[in-house]
């Protein structure tokens, strides 16, 4: 797993792209995310509700 300094760089990253995109930019992003779940879903299966929830809350990845 990478280290959390990694993704803590890219969470700042994204907020700075998201803070500079247009509106189509953002709408491009969003298809382009659900896209890409979905093809997640077909390959491994739906990921539970409960730790679908539970991941929202999270300010930090853990091993779980």
Known sequence: ???LSTFKQYYEL???LIEKATKE?????ARLL???VA???ARHGELP????LALVGM???NDD
């Open 49 to 52: 509700l409960d730790e679908t």
């Open 14 to 16: 994204a907020d700075v």
């Open 34 to 36: 659900a896209l890409n």
């Open 25 to 29: 930019q953002l709408a491009e992003c």
């Open 1 to 3: 797993m990478a280290d």
């Open 39 to 41: 093809h997640h879903k």
């Open 59 to 61: 300010d930090e990845p």
